[in-house]
């Protein structure tokens, strides 16, 4: 059979991601000002303005090395290979031109969508029935396989194999379509949850300590949980190209082809709307704040985290709205001293997240943070800055104790002192080995994993309670 042309799909088959999904994801974030063009909703057209409009880089999506060597094998017994492909054209030809194991290419072509029983008729016109071998991965391509010399299957399910049996009796099957739920926990980032117990901050700061408050609290974290884990997941799809280029992130499962981009469509429309339905059941001022945080935090994927400065204060005031929200929850008023450290604390956490990515890409000898507003000049001042809002915070705390208020919920409020010391240390400690490029984690999940800041933390707690019962 080695003078029959081996028919390679593109999608989901040479690649490990959608191209067409990949385009969108990529003109939503960068040229979404392109669909403002479109004056036909064919696909074919749409394919195309997308094709002209979007910079993919080939060069760093996810490609499939099993099916990569297959073709690799063909052509070193002298077999001829064509990409065949309902992407268009013009990004078939790049990815062909980046591997150069092709000798043709089909694609889409701005008029007709080479997909299903088109890809066979064409298929048909160009190479004569079961006069070429075909390779792809969906329910789509059966018309293709049905009249193919030999039929490869690509990461298919049982169910589709079945068929394809059915259809060709001369069938090869590569790779198992894989069932697991790792990848779908890793794309929520269930980790990040761990933000969540800011909710709980104002039934402790209040000394509220009942029942109905720490419930109301609960739930509360529930819904932000989910609603966040929508964006994580919104975040990943429009960071495709820039997660592909940095050497942690590349990992993450829509970047590496693990998980198929559609369902990243669906699992943001789940968790969000489960974690509305969730606060709804609180209350309609919760809900608000919920729709808020969502609204703000997809600004920030979408636009603001592009913006310097900006940025920062989206990301502290994401952190002080979970503040916002445990009050609503629980019904307990906020107090200004509570707000006002708040803000100031956080502020600096969100600045040394900035500068955790800057010192990053300073190691990685980039002069400019990729999808950011910041250039690595910048490193000098988002550390002054970072510094500077972190002990604004303790000092607020430090008038804080010495308040009235602070007499009617505390016997012992100096021992609150030791607080101020112990958060002293540990913000100078996180900005220092932030500086030496050990921080690898946003600032909230890093003190979770790091003995001496849990620690630190264990300490806190102790002055807290030393304050309130001696």
Not at 239 to 260: C, I, N, W
Not at 350 to 361: F, G, H, M, S
Request: glycine share 6%; charged share 15%.
């Amino acid at each position: 059979m080695k003078g029959l042309y081996l028919v390679v799909d593109l999608d989901q088959t040479l690649l490990k991601t959608d191209i067409l999904l990949e385009c969108v994801w990529f003109s939503l974030q960068r040229a979404p000002q392109m669909w403002l063009n479109v004056n036909c909703w064919k696909l074919a057209p749409i394919k195309r303005l997308l094709a002209i409009n979007c910079q993919i880089d080939v060069a760093t999506l996810p490609y499939n090395l099993e099916v990569i060597q297959y073709i690799q094998a063909w052509k070193a017994e002298g077999g001829r290979a064509a990409l065949a492909t309902a992407t268009d054209q013009i990004l078939a030809e790049k990815v062909a031109a980046h591997l150069g194991l092709f000798d043709t290419v089909y694609g889409s072509d701005g008029q007709v969508n080479l997909k299903g029983k088109t890809k066979a008729q064409f298929l048909l016109k160009q190479f004569g029935q079961q006069q070429f071998i075909y390779m792809g991965d969906d329910a789509a391509d059966l018309p293709v396989w049905a009249v193919a010399a030999k039929a490869i299957t690509v990461n298919a399910s049982p169910e589709l194999r079945k068929k394809v049996e059915h259809i060709n009796l001369n069938v090869e099957h590569l790779g198992i379509a894989k069932r697991s739920v790792k990848p779908y926990l890793q794309a929520i980032r269930p980790h990040q949850w761990v933000k969540n117990v800011l909710v709980f901050v104002p039934m402790l700061a209040g000394h509220q300590f009942h029942w109905l408050t720490f419930w109301g609290s609960l739930v509360a974290a529930v819904a932000f949980s989910l609603v966040a884990s929508s964006v994580y997941v919104l975040n990943d799809l429009l960071d495709l190209q820039v997660d592909r280029a940095h050497p942690r992130k590349r990992h993450r499962p829509f970047a590496a082809g693990d998980l198929p981009l559609i369902h990243g469509i669906w699992m943001m429309l789940v968790l969000l709307g489960a974690g509305l339905a969730i606060a709804t059941t609180i209350s309609w001022p919760f809900l608000g704040i919920l729709l808020l945080y969502y609204g703000l935090t997809t600004a920030y994927s979408f636009y603001l985290k592009r913006r310097i400065i900006i940025d920062i204060c989206t990301l502290a005031g994401l952190y002080t709205i979970r503040i916002f929200a445990g009050a609503v929850a629980t019904g307990i008023s906020l107090s200004v001293w509570l707000l006002a450290f708040s803000i100031f604390f956080f502020f600096s956490l969100a600045t040394v997240k900035r500068q955790a990515e800057l010192v990053d890409y300073r190691q990685r000898k980039q002069l400019k943070a990729g999808g950011r507003g910041y250039y690595i000049d910048d490193l000098p001042i988002i550390s002054m800055m970072a510094i500077g809002a972190g002990y604004v915070s303790i000092l607020v705390l430090a008038l804080y104790i010495n308040s009235s208020q602070v007499q009617l919920l505390y016997t012992k409020p100096q021992v609150l002192w030791g607080i101020c010391c112990v958060l002293l240390y540990w913000i100078t400690r996180t900005i220092m080995l932030t500086h030496r490029g050990l921080m690898h984690y946003d600032p909230i999940v890093y003190a979770i994993k790091d003995r001496p800041s849990q620690l630190c933390f264990l300490i806190c707690l102790l002055f807290f309670i030393l304050g309130r019962i001696l």
